[in-house]
């Protein structure tokens, strides 16, 4: 609490008018600490004598013949500063400062509703200016170690949190591989038709899943401002070629019109983050067939010239579905939100999708929106400003790789996987492209495999007992034999961005997160046993 002027007061007795000079000169004299002097008529103060400006008046060469016998009404400040005793000490101290700077060396009458109550002096105002500032400095160096502790505790629960969602994203990964893995596997069978629909619907299901889990994991990225925005050349050709392939089936199995198509300059190359402009584009794709029943999805891409040179990257999004009722659209892109909030929602999902757009998009420094009419469709859409590359346009991605293009020689592939129920997985999509691949169970066992024999290839898990992945190819590529060449890809539930890094840095060619799809897994191998290495990223299985 800040002080008051009555926290300053000397209770100074004080004098009248007409005490002589001589007697006040003998009060100074005897109390050496005596500053200032009031003067009273009655209770109501009149006057102020200053030690220092007395004692001159006394000196000067006439001052005790002309003021000992007089009375002090003829040395007296007959207008000091007179200040109410709950006045607070800081505006006191405006006051001083701004209008009376003479009262730090003569003093101040303070008073009670007028009436004396005792002598303020600068020394005083001083010391309880010097106090209140240790104070508060004490009070903001607590504060300043309490916010420290605070903020090593935030930072101790975020840690705990990020390591929560990685070990949470690695336990539903490795099992879910499992059921997508060997679902693909179902599917490459002689099925009748409800068991085809049946074990679509056990994919799509997966896929939902997995979704899910992204957008947790990408929204904590985004509230711990640690989503990475990643750069590189790209046409905008293959951004349609993928949103068509990917999203065509799904469109099929509703029966919906679905087209992709791209307005000025299809083969244009453009520099900007795909991994997250697709990410977007995706969701929202993804979002306009799920609430479209019958009708159509068209998506429109289109480049135009921004200013500096650079290109406008615009996506639009229109669908025939169900709309937007006028009272959601406002919180549309709020976090956790959707259109149908209650508790029997036809569609589900987390709401997390056009939460992390836009937060995506703005990153990236553009914009997004959407417009819309209940029961008569959405349009939604967004704009980036890009880099132009002047280049011819890129080879088709890897990613288009299919059981129709096999590779040209027989392949020997080792996979290093602990879980029995991964190794059917990635050993039975193998076995689509016609490899027949040798299985180890840890990382120790895989190092053994490269010494005794030449693969062409190994899949390495990361976590794994004994000598996890990051260890065993630490080793092989340290071997003096050949066999440190070989190359090797990380098949691992671990797929943070992070992630990848280490195993790259650890000498792994490329990064497979689980699960993934077998296109996703043929063009590893095909880019792999061409000789490329990881200068492109593959299309993400997320």
């Not at 229109?318 to 937007?324: A, Q, S, Y």
């Amino acid at each position: 609490m800040s002080r008051l002027v009555r926290h300053l007061s000397e209770p100074i007795a004080p004098i009248t008018a007409a005490t002589r000079g001589e007697v006040v000169y003998e009060m100074f004299g005897d109390d050496d600490d005596l500053l200032a002097l009031p003067i009273v008529d009655g209770d109501r103060p009149i006057g102020l004598i200053p030690r220092d400006a007395f004692f001159l008046k006394m000196a000067d060469r006439h001052g005790r013949a002309l003021f000992a016998k007089r009375p002090v009404s003829f040395l007296m400040d007959k207008d000091p500063l007179i200040v109410e005793e709950m006045t607070p000490v800081s505006d006191l101290n405006r006051l001083i400062v701004t209008k009376r700077p003479g009262a730090l060396m003569d003093g101040f009458v303070i008073t009670r509703n007028g009436a004396y109550r005792g002598i303020g002096t600068g020394l005083a105002l001083f010391t309880a200016v010097t106090e209140e500032s240790e104070e508060r400095n004490r009070k903001l160096s607590a504060l300043a170690t309490q916010l420290s502790h605070s903020r090593l505790q935030a930072l101790s629960a975020a840690q705990v949190k990020s390591d929560f969602l990685a070990t949470m994203s690695h336990e539903i990964r490795t099992p879910l591989n499992g059921v997508l893995g060997i679902s693909q596997l179902l599917l490459e069978t002689d099925l009748m038709a409800d068991q085809e629909k049946l074990a679509r619907t056990i994919v799509d299901s997966g896929e939902i899943l997995l979704r899910i889990l992204n957008d947790v994991l990408d929204f904590s990225k985004l509230e711990a401002g640690k989503l990475d925005i990643e750069p590189e050349t790209f046409a905008l050709s293959r951004l349609a070629d993928e949103a068509r392939n990917l999203w065509s089936v799904r469109a099929g199995e509703k029966s919906l019109d679905y087209n992709v198509t791209c307005e000025g300059g299809d083969d244009q190359m453009i520099f900007g983050d795909r991994v997250r402009i697709e990410q977007v584009l995706f969701n929202l794709i993804g979002n306009a067939i799920k609430f479209t029943d019958q009708g159509a999805v068209n998506v429109t891409l289109s480049i135009s010239t921004a200013t500096g040179g650079r290109l406008l990257l615009r996506a639009d999004v229109r669908d025939t579905g169900c709309g937007i009722p006028q009272t959601a659209q406002s919180r549309m892109f709020e976090q956790f939100s959707q259109a149908d909030v209650s508790t029997t929602r036809k569609h589900g999902g987390t709401g997390l999708g056009l939460a992390i757009s836009r937060r995506i998009i703005e990153m990236l420094g553009g914009t997004i929106g959407f417009e819309s009419e209940e029961n008569k469709g959405a349009h939604f859409w967004f704009e980036v400003a890009l880099g132009a590359v002047s280049r011819s346009p890129e080879l088709p991605a890897a990613s288009a790789a299919t059981d129709a293009s096999p590779t040209p020689a027989p392949l020997r592939v080792l996979v290093a996987e602990d879980n029995i129920v991964n190794q059917q997985a990635i050993v039975g999509l193998l076995r689509l492209r016609g490899i027949n691949a040798d299985v180890v169970g840890d990382g120790q066992e895989a190092l053994e495999a490269v010494q005794n024999r030449t693969y062409n290839l190994v899949f390495m898990d990361m976590q794994m007992p004994v000598m996890d992945g990051l260890q065993a190819t630490r080793a092989i590529r340290d071997l003096p034999s050949t066999a440190a060449m070989t190359p090797i890809i990380a098949l691992t539930a671990n797929a943070r961005r992070e992630d990848e890094a280490q195993c790259l840095a650890a000498g792994m060619n490329l990064h497979l997160a689980k699960p993934v799809k077998k296109e996703t897994l043929f063009a590893a191998i095909d880019r792999l046993a061409s000789g490329q290495q990881s200068s492109e990223p593959l299309a993400r299985t997320a």
